[in-house]
């Protein structure tokens, strides 16, 4: 069942740069990971579902309200952490999130109690008479999560939630995320990888500002079986295989340079066909969409290839 | 090098010509322009020589636009050219230049340069409108371009060097980096604007006293007697003036000489700053508590490690909800669980008063606390007179860095992010003004108590009207600018001339005429006081059409 309905939105930033395009998602309970390159206009996209920024055009329905024309019926609802966020240096973060509460509508006893709870869940109840402008990225990150979480959302958007964190933190951070998916709506963007592999039961690649393709990961792996390959060619022969290919990992070996790419069929001599794994299908999406492989794809390129490998 | 500094300098300009704060100084100084030629039956006038003023042709005009914008430049343009090296500094770009091998001097060089170019970018369009001026007012239809424009390069460049120097002066220590910088350099300005115009100052002070002397010759030699001085600053006249000829001002090389030095004296004021300024090495100097400015309104993604008094690793190591808390929530699973408290709706005006009041004084000094104290005190036992003249203006300019604040703290933080999709827009922004209410209403507590102990009711009529006035004017231009900068180069003028006085400007009742407020009535006052407000929540709403930002659509909604 939809929750939130995103319906033909469109994103057109003055001198006409189109960043979101036409695009329709219905979101239910469990997290939806919004996969994309830079640029892909996933940032844009979140703003519009957390009610940030206004579409050109389409709707966005939340329990049958549109709320490009009454925003606050989801911002009620909403928990929205942004990919770059400030804070006021000077206050802790139970004042800050005191006055986040505040201005979501909380009653002064029930925010008390469930700031308290929410410290205690992000683990900074021994940091709450530090300011905030002596917390570290991750900490900052907490106090964010802390924030999305005070109103009790229906709704929760994240957007590039990891960026800049450690791996430990961003391990952590995925793993609040999905115990959150089993309750809430999350819509969650990244342009890593790992990062949705790990959480998300439901992926949308977006490109271009449109959607290219939403499914479960499996079946992003089915639409790549079969068309992965790794070969070791020789140094001298990357640039042409790159340009043939779509590439998704490179490893320099003293045989030469171990490739692992995208072909519909075996592109070199020794290439072996292996098992692909998630980005090999955001790779094939993505690329799909611009069209990879060269003109004579059956073509092996014999004098490129120094023998394959199994992984 | 020259390359190095041509590329820092135009890289720099064109980056901050584009910036709307150039757009809106350029604007006024052009409204200036026109001024400072009124028509010939006005009644008010900027430059004069007694009863007299020149007849507007070529030199005349080039002059009186020249001093009278090159003064709005040299103050305005401060404000404008301000930041430089902290933009360096928050955008990350200042590491990058550091780890360049250009001299730190080059860099200081390459920012005076980009400041001069601002600022003498301002000028030149100025010396266009003086000759659309002259043809406007068409007195005299004759144009002499080297009349016309030789004062800009004698006068207005070399006064428009002193802000380009300064602003940079002033960001490389610590201390002028913020807003004292900006109300020092209002100080410095008029003691710059208002002294440097005396005989026999050196150098020739701002080079006014040259041009007046040329005009009393032109006039001696015309047989005209003069009633009064030369006079340049905005004055209304009872009568228009009566014109005489004035041929221009023929500089010799002493002149230019000291007109030349004054642009190496900033030169070297700018170039100063290379003795101590350790580029953008975080390391160097003491790290406060909490970040600066600049580093706090940055994102996490961007933020540096932990910094402070604050262990490292020591909360970043545990997980989202300790194990021990976990079982004993029910050992669901979910961190979920350890939140048992529904959030309930409730009335939030007054909290999100107290937030906002917060948010407004955060990181205020003790020493601060301790001034406006003994404002108050000194307010209180101040006789009426006393207390209005003297007490209440000083009261009432105390807090202009903190007032500065109203409308901008969301933005310069970075906290907009967030508050973008957050309910209540409306009783946010209602709530922030009631918080600079409270703080001009605490820091004028002196002398309402003493207008209250005197029973005198149109005193704090006025008051009450002040109070109102100056933090809807901070929130109106923080809202609208986004930057402390431009209240602060707002108020202070206004409030100088209300120091000095004027009672024209008068929002606050501290001009008295026999006893009774002599300035704005604050009916009037209160009415502006309005608009202000509504300019809060217009700007809002232009934002929205022009930007699609559904955040300001909710200030509808609200």
């Known amino acids: 069942m939809s929750v939130l309905q995103l319906c033909g939105v469109s994103k057109v930033y003055k001198g006409g740069k189109r960043a979101v395009d036409e695009m329709t998602l219905h979101l239910g309970p469990g997290m939806l990971g919004l996969l994309g390159p830079n640029g892909a206009g996933k940032s844009s996209l979140m703003r519009i579902a957390a009610t940030v920024t206004r579409p050109t055009s389409g709707r966005v329905v939340f329990q049958g309200e549109d709320v490009v024309a009454k925003p606050n019926v989801l911002r009620k609802a909403l928990g929205y952490l942004p990919q770059d966020f400030g804070v006021y240096p000077h206050l802790t973060a139970r004042e800050f999130l005191r006055y986040l509460a505040a201005a979501k509508g909380i009653s002064c006893r029930s925010a008390t109690a469930r700031i308290d709870e929410l410290l205690e869940l992000v683990n900074l109840t021994e940091a709450v008479k530090r300011p905030l402008g002596a917390y570290s990225g991750g900490m900052l990150r907490r106090v964010g999560i802390a924030q999305v979480l005070v109103g009790d959302p229906q709704v929760i958007v994240v957007d590039e939630p990891t960026a800049g964190l450690d791996p430990e933190e961003r391990v952590r951070f995925r793993n609040l995320l999905s115990d959150l998916g089993a309750e809430k709506v999350v819509l969650f963007s990244t342009h890593i990888v790992s990062d949705v592999e790990s959480v998300a039961s439901d992926i949308a690649v977006v490109a271009g500002g449109r959607l290219l393709r939403r499914g479960t990961p499996e079946a992003l792996l089915g639409e790549v079986d079969g068309l992965v390959w790794e070969a070791v060619v020789d140094p001298a022969a990357v640039p042409e295989v790159r340009a043939r290919y779509a590439v998704s990992r490179l490893v320099r070996t003293k045989d030469g340079v ?34 990879y492989g060269g003109s004579d794809r059956s073509t092996p390129g014999p004098a490129a290839v120094a023998g394959g490998v199994a992984r | 090098m020259t390359r190095v500094l041509r590329g820092l300098a135009v890289a720099d300009f064109k980056d901050r010509v584009r910036r709307p704060a150039y757009v809106v100084t350029l604007a006024a100084a052009v409204a200036l322009g026109f001024l400072a030629v009124p028509d010939s039956g006005s009644r008010w006038v900027i430059m004069q020589l007694g009863d007299h003023r020149g007849v507007y042709n070529s030199a005349y005009v080039g002059t009186a636009t020249a001093l009278a914008c090159g003064l709005w430049v040299s103050l305005g343009g401060f404000y404008v050219v301000r930041d430089s090296i902290g933009r360096d500094r928050r955008t990350g770009v200042g590491q990058l230049l550091a780890a360049t091998p250009m001299r730190t001097w080059a860099y200081l060089a390459g920012k005076f340069l980009s400041n001069l170019l601002v600022l003498a970018s301002m000028v030149g369009v100025l010396a266009a409108t003086a000759l659309v001026t002259q043809l406007v007012r068409g007195e005299d239809m004759r144009v002499d371009f080297f009349a016309l424009w030789q004062p800009f390069l ?103 000489l000291a007109r030349t030095a004054f642009l190496g004296i900033a030169v070297v004021v700018a170039l100063l700053p290379a003795l101590w300024f350790r580029r953008f090495d975080p390391a160097h100097g003491k790290r406060p508590a909490g970040p600066s400015q600049g580093e706090a309104s940055a994102g996490p993604s961007q933020r540096e ?15 989202y909800g300790d194990e021990a808390t976990r079982s004993a929530a029910g050992g669901r699973g979910s961190v979920l669980a350890l939140l048992r408290t529904p959030p309930e709706q409730g009335r939030v005006l007054l909290r999100l008063w107290a937030g906002e009041l917060r948010i407004l004084l955060q990181g205020v000094s003790k020493w601060w606390w301790w001034g406006a104290g003994l404002w108050v005190f000194l307010g209180v036992c101040s006789p009426v007179p006393g207390a209005t003249r003297l007490m209440l203006p000083v009261a009432w300019l105390w807090p202009v860095l903190i007032w500065s604040r109203l409308g901008t703290q969301r933005y310069e933080h970075g906290v907009d992010g967030i508050l973008g999709a957050y309910p209540s827009t409306h009783r946010r922004v209602v709530a922030e003004w009631a918080a600079g209410v409270a703080l001009t209403a605490v820091a004028g507590l002196g002398p309402l108590a003493r207008l209250v102990v005197a029973g005198d009711a149109a005193g704090v009529a006025c008051w009450a009207a002040g109070a109102l006035f100056v933090p809807s004017l901070a929130l109106a231009l ?81």
Not at chain 1, 264 to 290: I, K, M, Q, S, T
Not at chain 2, 305 to 319: L, M
Not at chain 2, 486 to 497: D, K, R
């Open chain 2, 154 to 256: 004698l006068l207005a460049v070399p006064l428009v060097a002193l802000p380009a120097a300064f602003a940079l002066f002033f960001e490389a220590l610590p201390l002028l980096r913020g807003g004292l910088g900006n109300v020092l350099w209002f100080c410095v300005w008029v003691v710059l604007a208002m002294g440097g115009q005396g005989p026999g100052l050196p150098l020739g002070g701002i080079g006014v006293n040259g041009v007046a002397k040329s005009m009393y010759e032109d006039l001696l030699a015309q047989k005209i007697t003069v009633d009064g001085a030369f006079s340049l600053g905005l004055t209304y006249l009872d009568e228009p003036l009566q014109v005489f000829n004035w041929h221009g001002f023929t500089p010799d090389a002493g002149y230019v």
């Open chain 2, 305 to 319: 490690a932990p910094a402070g008094p604050f262990p490292s690793g020591f909360v970043d190591e545990a997980p």
């Open chain 1, 258 to 291: 171990r490739v692992r790419l995208l072909a519909p069929c075996r592109p070199y001599e020794g290439a072996v066909r292996v098992l692909p794994d998630l980005e090999d299908a955001y790779l094939h999406v993505v690329n799909g969409a611009v069209g």
């Open chain 2, 478 to 558: 923080g809202t609208l600018s986004r930057t402390h900068r431009l209240f602060q180069a707002v108020y202070l003028p206004l409030w100088y001339t209300v120091a000095n006085g004027l009672p024209v400007f008068d929002f606050m009742g501290a001009i008295r005429i026999e006893g009774q407020p002599a300035g704005l009535p604050p009916a009037v006052v209160l009415a502006v006081s309005a608009v202000l407000g509504a300019v809060v929540f217009l700007t809002g709403a232009v934002r929205r059409i022009g930007t699609g930002s559904m955040r300001r659509l909710g200030t509808r909604a609200n």
